[in-house]
């Protein structure tokens, strides 16, 4: 209990610092959001003092000092209220979260857990045919793989399977004739274009659980109660899964608690090139735009997630392994 | 030993996978050379035009409030302006205003048009304009044009609207004109039209709202539009899209943006496939007026001869764009505003001795290929411009290069598109890249030189971000603004030139474009070199002509 108490003492300062950080950085930032929705309009041809002065009036950009607007910002926090937001005014910041959560977690959610589940299966099955083809041939494509840049690999993977050879669609998280709903042509929908970005994510992620689980488990597989196991005659797959993978899979199972607090953060390069209209797309947008309230809302969202995992992943770690409870 | 062996197994596994992905990479490679074709969606009618103007982030937003900086693309096409101006060259052309007359440099009296109908049915008047002026000076932050700093007061008199100007204005009516006129039936009663979404339009213009979802929405023909003889366009469809293979290979009746090796992509797509690059503004380097040295006029002079503009251009522009004069005038554009004294159009042509010279009289001399000033120290400075806009940034490591041919040691400083735009509004910059130039002859010098906009450094400004100064300049633009005569204002509009062509308050370089793409396979008679009726932009008002220029392709001119 002592354990959890202090733990949950750890999380809550950290939150707070969190929070704070998250006032603070994004105005750190050189320009103000009237100087980014100028320079996007400038483009275009000269932008005049009256439309300048109409901006400012339109985005409602940030009065008071520093202090009044920590002291609103927190008031926010605590309503889980973050106004309207600038490069998207005039939409609540809630709504544009709420549109855009669902698929972020329905995407990269769900890749996240295939590939951590396959990666581990893999790494177990690696490290116990360790030698064979089954060891070499997953751990070297995966490690292969994972050097690839994120964007890269999105790229490639648009042009040849999206626009040569016409397998899936290029864009969005549907195509612009179904109308969402509950029905299956728009689920069936939904899961097609999401095959691209999924795939990007899995060819890029599998190997970092491949290679961690292999790794580990090989040095656990030397350990002592591992021989004892198959000295009595235990069948290989029980040793594998009870006793070496069991052991084996702390570090992976830290990472992926990481990674599932990342999830709502949503993959900003993955989104940029399908312009999948995630979490990641948006915070692209709210940085650029120096979008404020929708960059605190997200990245609160963000550190928040991560810490709760990061609580989970303690707590857990507490249930595996008996020894960090003392 | 068990370790061992394997281990030599996978290293022997390691070449021969390595192999295997270096050969998959070098394919993936090549196959960058792959033609991309364009591919329209053949359930797309003849009578529809496809067109890229609408992105999305990634979703849209249903907002049709034409006053609004997130406006859907298109309600600009269903609100119309009283004068339709093209950006390229200022020229007016009666839009829901038919005729106009400036009395006296204080007043502006617009005639209606007769028989335009809102979409709805109802009949549009003189006084849903004074409305709408109304409107805007009631929510300021919807008077993107700023109206309102040159009104002081409307009046409607039958078909006539008569407006009362704050002091002798002649260029106003450029920027009154523009207003784009929503209807008081349906307008009067909205709570707050600062925040108003207006889902459902009902304007003036010639398409109204068909399909609408967040991915794409349609637009169909107005019957009931004033000049809906003219327009052979039954349907547009605008996709949000958001890449530029999207643009090449949807399809397109209609895009705009530059596209690295236009012909190569675009122009391979499809041989329908045609572009138009006019010059819409002018790329130059903004010297800091109120910092020394670029105060000193010679120092700006050596710099503006120091330059090859011809390759600074074609560095940037991939070729596209034409150096720029030092007149402040886009060209060919507004070739009738060009004093014919000023000789070569303006251009100034790279002359490293002169340059020289000018610098010397500044105090700089070369000493071992360095140009040092008084204090023994090597010319060094600053230039600011925005992360991103990859074309500046090359424009601006080819000033890097030219200048340090002759000895200036320049250095590049790159915030992002915010940071920059607050960099050049409070004057915290050395030397900035920066466009300038506008259609509208009278704006394009006053955003440039008026003192109106002076703000010492540290102040926020939104022109004459160079910071200059001169009681000259303020006269000839005090003088243009209190005559409404055209042979007048081109002897001021000489002055005017001559001030920029001698005072350098900022460097030309480069033309900007506009980046239309098209494409005659469905539509035809699209503005071009020939024919440069109307910018080939197809955003904000602009397109509302080009809609009724266009005809379809009929079956035998295929």
Request: without cysteine.
């Given at each position: 209990m002592r354990y959890i108490a202090q733990k949950l003492g750890l999380f809550v300062l950290t939150l707070w610092a969190a929070i704070t950080l998250n006032f603070f950085l994004p105005r750190l930032m050189p320009g103000s959001p009237a100087d980014a929705a100028i320079a996007k309009l400038s483009q275009n041809g000269p932008v005049t003092e009256a439309t300048r002065a109409a901006i400012e009036a339109q985005l409602g950009v940030p009065t008071g000092s520093m202090w009044d607007q920590y002291l609103s910002y927190l008031h926010q926090v605590v309503t889980l209220d973050f106004g309207v937001s600038y490069t998207f005014y005039p939409q609540t910041v809630s709504s544009m979260v709420s549109t855009a959560l669902p698929y972020t977690i329905g995407l990269v959610g769900v890749v996240t857990i295939l590939?951590?589940?396959?990666?581990?299966?893999?790494?177990?099955?690696?490290?116990?045919?360790?030698?064979?083809?089954?060891?070499?041939?997953?751990?070297?494509?995966?490690?292969?793989?994972?050097?690839?840049?994120?964007?890269?690999?999105?790229?490639?993977?648009?042009?040849?399977?999206?626009?040569?050879?016409?397998?899936?669609?290029?864009?969005?998280?549907?195509?612009?004739?179904?109308?969402?709903?509950?029905?299956?042509?728009?689920?069936?929908?939904?899961?097609?274009?999401?095959?691209?970005?999924?795939?990007?994510?899995?060819?890029?992620?599998?190997?970092?659980?491949?290679?961690?689980?292999?790794?580990?488990?090989?040095?656990?597989l030397g350990d002592d109660y591992v021989t004892f196991a198959e000295a009595n005659g235990l069948r290989g797959r029980t040793v594998a899964i009870r006793y070496a993978a069991r052991n084996a899979i702390l570090p992976n199972l830290t990472g992926f608690g990481l990674a599932l607090g990342g999830v709502v953060g949503g993959s900003i390069l993955v989104e940029q090139v399908f312009a999948y209209p995630g979490i990641g797309y948006l915070l692209f947008n709210a940085v650029i735009g120096q979008d404020y309230p929708l960059m605190q809302a997200l990245f609160l969202m963000i550190t928040v997630s991560v810490l709760i995992a990061n609580f989970l992943v303690d707590i857990l770690y507490g249930v595996l392994d008996p020894r960090t409870r003392r | 030993m068990r370790f061992h062996v394997s281990h030599t197994h996978t290293h022997h596994r390691w070449k021969a996978l390595a192999f295997a992905c270096l050969t998959a990479v070098a394919l993936a490679v090549s196959g960058c050379s792959i033609q991309i074709t364009s591919q329209p969606d053949p359930s797309i009618g003849e009578d529809t035009m496809l067109i890229n103007a609408d992105k999305g982030n990634p979703l849209f937003d249903r907002n049709f409030n034409p006053y609004m900086t997130n406006t859907r693309t298109a309600s600009r096409w269903i609100y119309e302006p009283l004068i339709l101006i093209n950006p390229l060259d200022g020229t007016e052309t009666p839009w829901l205003s038919d005729s106009w007359e400036q009395p006296d440099a204080t007043t502006i009296v617009?005639?209606?048009?007769?028989?335009?109908?809102?979409?709805?049915?109802?009949?549009?008047?003189?006084?849903?304009?004074?409305?709408?002026?109304?409107?805007?000076?009631?929510?300021?932050?919807?008077?993107?044009?700023?109206?309102?700093?040159?009104?002081?007061?409307?009046?409607?008199?039958?078909?006539?609207?008569?407006?009362?100007?704050?002091?002798?204005?002649?260029?106003?009516?450029?920027?009154?004109?523009?207003?784009?006129?929503?209807?008081?039936?349906?307008?009067?009663?909205?709570?707050?039209?600062a925040t108003y979404r207006n889902e459902d339009p009902v304007g003036t213009g010639p398409f109204v709202l068909g399909n609408y979802n967040d991915?794409?929405?349609?637009?169909?023909?107005?019957?009931?539009?004033?000049?809906?003889?003219?327009?052979?366009?039954?349907?547009?469809?605008?996709?949000?899209?958001?890449?530029?293979?999207?643009?090449?290979?949807?399809?397109?009746?209609?895009?705009?943006?530059?596209?690295?090796?236009?012909?190569?992509?675009?122009?391979?797509?499809?041989?329908?496939?045609?572009?138009?690059?006019?010059?819409?503004?002018?790329?130059?380097?903004?010297?800091?007026?109120?910092?020394?040295?670029?105060?000193?006029?010679?120092?700006?002079?050596?710099?503006?001869?120091?330059?090859?503009?011809?390759?600074?251009?074609?560095?940037?522009?991939?070729?596209?764009?034409?150096?720029?004069?030092?007149?402040?005038?886009?060209?060919?554009?507004?070739?009738?505003?060009?004093?014919?004294?000023?000789?070569?159009?303006?251009?100034?042509?790279?002359?490293?001795?002169?340059?020289?010279?000018?610098?010397?009289?500044?105090?700089?001399?070369?000493?071992?290929?360095?140009?040092?000033?008084?204090?023994?120290?090597?010319?060094?400075?600053?230039?600011?411009?925005?992360?991103?806009?990859?074309?500046?940034t090359r424009a601006a490591q080819a000033v890097q290069r030219q200048l340090a041919d002759i000895g200036i040691d320049v250095e590049l400083n790159m915030p992002q598109p915010a940071g920059y735009q607050q960099a050049i509004s409070n004057g915290d910059f050395e030397v900035a890249l920066g466009g300038m130039g506008n259609g509208d002859v009278y704006q394009a010098f006053n955003s440039l030189m008026s003192s109106d906009f002076y703000v010492p450094v540290g102040e926020s400004t939104s022109n004459n971000f160079e910071r200059f100064r001169s009681d000259e300049a303020?006269?000839?633009?005090?003088?243009?603004?209190?005559?409404v005569d055209e042979d007048r204002q081109r002897d001021i509009v000489n002055e005017l030139q001559q001030l920029v062509y001698d005072e350098l308050p900022v460097i030309g370089m480069y033309y900007g474009g506009s980046w239309g793409l098209y494409s005659d396979a469905k539509f035809t008679g699209w503005p071009s070199e020939e024919d440069p009726y109307m910018i080939p932009q197809n955003y904000d008002s602009a397109p509302l002509l080009t809609f009724t220029k266009l005809k379809r392709v009929t079956e035998d001119q295929k």
């Open positions: 590939a951590f589940v396959i990666g581990t299966l893999i790494g177990v099955a690696a490290a116990w045919k360790r030698g064979t083809w089954l060891d070499s041939l997953p751990t070297l494509t995966g490690s292969f793989l994972s050097t690839f840049p994120y964007f890269w690999t999105a790229l490639l993977l648009l042009f040849f399977l999206g626009y040569v050879l016409h397998w899936f669609p290029t864009s969005g998280a549907y195509a612009a004739t179904t109308t969402p709903g509950l029905t299956p042509a728009f689920v069936g929908d939904v899961v097609q274009h999401a095959v691209l970005p999924a795939l990007t994510i899995l060819i890029t992620s599998l190997g970092g659980w491949i290679i961690g689980m292999r790794n580990t488990m090989i040095n656990t | 617009m005639h209606m048009r007769d028989g335009v109908t809102w979409s709805d049915g109802t009949t549009f008047t003189a006084k849903d304009v004074a409305f709408t002026l109304q409107l805007i000076e009631d929510y300021p932050e919807l008077d993107i044009y700023g109206a309102w700093q040159h009104l002081d007061s409307v009046s409607v008199d039958g078909d006539s609207v008569t407006m009362t100007l704050k002091s002798e204005d002649s260029p106003a009516l450029a920027i009154i004109g523009k207003t784009m006129i929503v209807p008081e039936h349906l307008w009067a009663d909205v709570e707050d039209p991915q794409q929405y349609s637009m169909d023909k107005n019957p009931s539009y004033w000049q809906a003889d003219k327009v052979e366009i039954e349907h547009l469809l605008l996709p949000s899209t958001n890449n530029q293979l999207d643009t090449v290979t949807r399809g397109y009746d209609w895009s705009y943006s530059f596209i690295s090796d236009v012909s190569g992509t675009w122009g391979a797509a499809s041989p329908h496939n045609k572009w138009w690059f006019p010059n819409a503004g002018v790329i130059g380097l903004i010297p800091n007026n109120e910092v020394a040295p670029f105060d000193n006029v010679d120092v700006r002079r050596g710099i503006a001869l120091a330059l090859d503009r011809q390759s600074i251009a074609d560095v940037a522009s991939e070729g596209y764009m034409k150096p720029a004069g030092q007149t402040g005038l886009i060209l060919p554009n507004q070739e009738k505003w060009l004093d014919p004294r000023i000789p070569n159009d303006g251009i100034v042509e790279q002359d490293t001795d002169a340059a020289l010279e000018a610098f010397a009289r500044a105090g700089y001399t070369q000493k071992d290929g360095k140009l040092v000033g008084e204090d023994g120290q090597q010319f060094t400075f600053s230039l600011t411009s925005a992360n991103g806009y990859s074309d500046w303020d006269r000839l633009l005090r003088e243009f603004r209190s005559t």
